[in-house]
């Protein structure tokens, strides 16, 4: 009986001397790893042929004294009509590997080209009008 009782004892300390111990140790957090900062923000798309109509025309900037000042800048081709122009011009959002093709209406007194910074040069494919 004296052994029975004395193993009763040892276990019990040991199940006791257990919890005290998972009870005693602070839980380590562990934060959520983040994401790769070269991973996309959404799915690409396939491919496509985009065509995007421009409009060199005049338009006014609001200083911050409210002085409105007359500007040259791009819009975008509203389909009759070129839209007042703006600082900053309207953003171009394609996707990587779309064929792109810029129509640029202008509606200014002089002649006007666009340069895309990181972008060859290429010879216009119609000629001027």
Excluded at 6 to 17: F, H
Excluded at 34 to 46: E, T
Excluded at 93 to 107: F, P
Aim: charged share 10%.
């Amino acid at each position: 009986m004296n052994k029975r009782l004395l193993y009763s004892i040892r276990l019990s300390l040991v199940v006791v001397m257990f919890v005290a111990a998972l009870i005693g140790t602070p839980a380590q957090a562990r934060s959520i790893p983040a994401a790769p900062s070269n991973l996309p923000d959404k799915v690409p798309a396939l491919p496509a042929a985009v065509t995007i109509e421009l409009c060199a025309s005049t338009g006014s900037a609001t200083m911050p004294d409210a002085t409105a000042v007359p500007i040259w800048g791009f819009s975008v081709w509203n389909g009759s009509a070129c839209d007042p122009a703006a600082v900053p011009g309207p953003v171009i959002d394609v996707n990587e590997g779309d064929t792109v093709t810029i129509i640029l209406h202008n509606e200014l007194t002089e002649n006007v080209s666009i340069l895309f910074p990181g972008q060859d040069l290429v010879t216009p494919s119609l000629p001027d009008t």
